[in-house]
């Protein structure tokens, strides 16, 4: 008899630390999910990361650029300068970036909107390396091939 209420004991025992442990665990998981919440929905926006405002639109005189098999593109690009820029683009790197970016290509990879797409998002993202984020935007204002 002596063993079965030292067994019985001994059960009781377990049956509050498993309970405990379920608590620990619920605890540990609101607060997950709470600093989760606060991460993604509560914390405040950093002020460096405020998206930039529209300035200036400088247009580059369009270039010829050699295309594969002997045929051209004739390009005209447009920067998009934020408000931040105190004088006019200068246009001589971006000339440099989009003739390093389409010259030598072909005129059916330049003819799929796709490609097309995916070459402009490349020379956005190079000009605004280069230009230290004072061009936020480029658009095409001639796009010929012959």
Do not use: C, W
């Amino acid at each position: 008899m002596a063993t079965k209420r030292a067994k019985a004991k001994s059960e009781g025992d377990d049956a509050p630390k498993g309970g405990k442990k379920k608590l620990v665990i619920i605890v540990v998981g609101l607060l997950a999910v709470g600093a989760a919440a606060y991460f993604f929905v509560l914390k405040p926006k950093p002020e460096g990361k405020e998206k930039p405002v529209a300035g200036e639109v400088v247009a580059l005189e369009p270039r010829q650029l050699n295309l594969e098999g002997g045929h051209y593109l004739k390009l005209g690009l447009a920067l998009q300068g934020t408000d931040s820029v105190a004088h006019g683009i200068e246009g001589s790197k971006a000339l440099d970036a989009a003739i390093e970016l389409f010259s030598g290509r072909s005129i059916e990879e330049l003819s799929n909107p796709q490609e097309l797409h995916h070459l402009k998002k490349e020379l956005k993202k190079e000009l605004e390396h280069l230009y230290h984020g004072d061009v936020m935007d480029v658009y095409f204002t001639d796009f010929v091939t012959q």
